[in-house]
C-alpha cells in the first residue's frame, strides 16, 4: 500500500506539475496578449501633434504623439493647448534670458553692462559653455560675442577685420575672463561680450523635451534651428528619420537629401548657410524697406545686375534714402516683419519695372507684408521710372536716348 500510495502520489504530483506548468504558460501568453492588445489599443489612438513657429532668431519644428484631448481630460493629462502653452512658455523664458535677437534679453542687458545678476536659465548655460571651454583648452569660447558681432554674423553687414582690429578686441576675449559670484556674472573687462548662440538652442530642445517627457509625453522629436533630439520611437515602431539635405547655393533648388539618419533617444545637430539668404524673387532683383533703410542683396556669381535695379538705387540715393546693399537672411527678414519693422518689399526688372512683394512663404507658414498692399515707397518708384520713361517726368540723369 506504502508503493502504491508513493506512486500515486508521484504520478498525481506529476499531473498537477504538468497542468500548473501549461497554466502558467498560459497565462503568460494571455498577459502577453493582453498587453499587446493594451499597446495596440493605445497607440492607435495616439494622434499626431506638430508646434511650428520661430525663436531666438531661427524656426522651432516639434512632433510629438498623445492621446486625444477628450481621454487627457478624462485622465487629468495635459491636453494639446496646455502642451502648446507650456512650450511656449518656456521659449519665452529662454528667449527673454539668453538670446541676442531679443533686444531686452538679460543676456544683451548683461553685455551692455545694465546688470550682472544672472537668472537660472543664463546661468545653467554659463555653467555648460564653462566645462565645455575647459574640456576643450578654450577652443570653445563664448566670450567671443564682440568679434563675432564685429565680423558681421548675426546676418548684419558683413565686414572684413584688420589684424590691427582682431588683435585689439583680443584683449576681451578669453573664458577665464567670466566668473560666477554669488548670483552675478563677472566680466574682467566691461567690453566683453557674451554669445549663447553655440548652445542656445541646443538648451532649449533639451528643455522642451523634458517637459514633454514630464507630461508623459515620451514619443516626439523637437527640431530648434539644426538642434535635433528624438525620443523613443513612433507608434508604428519605426525610428524617427532626419533627411539631411544637399547643401546647394540655390534657394529655389529642388531639394535633394543626401542621407537619412535614424534617431532613437539620440541626438543630432546640424547646421549650414545654405537656403539661409534670400537672394532673388522670380527672377527679379529684390529690394526691402527695413525700419526706413533700403536692403536689396549685394551682386554676386548669382545675383547679376540689372539696369532696373540700379536705376533704382541711383533714385533713392538721390532722394537720400539709406541704401545698403548686402546679405540679407530669411530669419533677419521675418524677425523684422513679426516686430514691425519691416514695412514693404518690391521686385524689379526690365519687364516689370517694379512689382510689390505682399507675402512670404517660409517653412510651412505664410507672411503677409503691409497687408498685401502696395507701400509709399513702391509706389513711388514705380511712377518715377515709367514718368521718365514715357516723358512725363524729366529726365536729368541723361537716361533716355532718343530713337531715330
Not at 4 to 27: D, P, R, V, W
Not at 264 to 287: H, L, P
Amino acid at each position: 500500500m506504502g508503493t502504491k500510495h508513493y506512486l500515486c502520489t508521484n504520478y498525481f504530483c506529476e499531473i498537477m506539475k504538468k497542468i500548473f506548468k501549461a497554466f502558467k504558460y498560459l497565462s503568460f501568453i494571455l498577459v502577453l496578449i493582453f498587453f499587446s492588445a493594451c499597446k495596440n489599443k493605445e497607440n492607435s489612438e495616439l494622434k499626431k501633434y506638430t508646434l511650428n513657429g520661430r525663436t531666438q532668431g531661427t524656426y522651432y519644428h516639434i512632433v510629438y504623439y498623445a492621446p486625444e484631448d477628450k481621454w487627457c481630460i478624462k485622465n487629468n493629462w495635459q491636453t494639446s493647448s496646455q502642451i502648446k502653452k507650456g512650450i511656449d512658455s518656456i521659449l519665452i523664458k529662454i528667449d527673454n534670458s539668453i538670446s541676442l535677437w531679443n533686444p531686452q534679453s538679460l543676456l544683451n542687458k548683461i553685455n551692455d553692462n545694465q546688470t550682472n545678476v544672472m537668472n537660472i536659465i543664463l546661468k545653467e548655460n554659463f555653467l555648460a559653455a564653462e566645462k565645455i571651454s575647459k574640456l576643450t583648452d578654450g577652443n570653445f569660447d563664448i566670450s567671443l560675442g564682440a568679434l563675432i558681432e564685429a565680423h558681421g554674423f548675426a546676418a548684419k553687414e558683413r565686414k572684413k577685420l584688420s589684424k590691427q582690429e582682431i588683435d585689439s578686441m583680443m584683449l576681451y576675449v578669453g573664458y577665464e575672463k567670466l566668473r560666477l559670484e554669488e548670483g552675478k556674472l563677472i566680466k574682467q573687462y566691461p567690453q566683453t561680450k557674451i554669445d549663447f548662440n553655440a548652445i542656445a538652442q541646443g538648451y532649449t530642445t533639451d528643455q522642451i523635451s523634458n517637459y514633454l517627457k514630464r507630461n508623459n509625453i515620451n514619443q516626439h522629436i523637437v527640431d530648434v534651428g539644426g538642434e535635433v533630439f528624438a525620443s523613443g520611437k513612433k507608434p508604428d515602431g519605426q525610428q524617427w528619420r532626419v533627411a539631411i539635405e544637399e547643401p546647394s547655393k540655390d534657394m529655389y533648388a529642388e531639394r535633394e537629401y543626401n542621407s537619412f539618419i535614424k534617431l532613437e533617444n539620440k541626438s543630432i545637430v546640424t547646421s549650414g548657410n545654405y537656403r539661409k539668404y534670400i537672394e532673388e524673387v522670380g527672377a527679379m532683383n529684390v529690394m526691402f524697406k527695413i525700419n526706413g533703410e533700403i536692403i536689396t542683396p549685394m551682386l554676386s556669381g548669382s545675383i547679376l545686375p540689372g539696369i532696373t535695379r540700379k536705376s533704382i538705387i541711383q533714385i533713392l540715393k538721390d532722394e537720400g534714402a539709406k541704401v545698403s546693399e548686402r546679405l540679407i537672411s530669411v530669419d533677419e527678414l521675418i524677425d523684422a516683419l513679426e516686430k514691425g519693422e519691416l514695412k514693404e518689399g518690391w521686385g524689379c526688372g526690365t519687364a516689370a519695372v517694379v512689382s510689390p512683394i505682399g507675402q512670404l512663404y517660409y517653412n510651412g507658414k505664410t507672411y503677409t507684408i503691409n497687408d498685401n498692399k502696395i507701400g509709399e515707397t513702391t509706389q513711388k518708384l514705380y511712377d518715377t521710372l515709367t514718368g521718365i520713361q514715357w516723358g512725363r517726368i524729366p529726365d536729368t540723369r541723361g537716361w533716355v536716348y532718343p530713337v531715330k
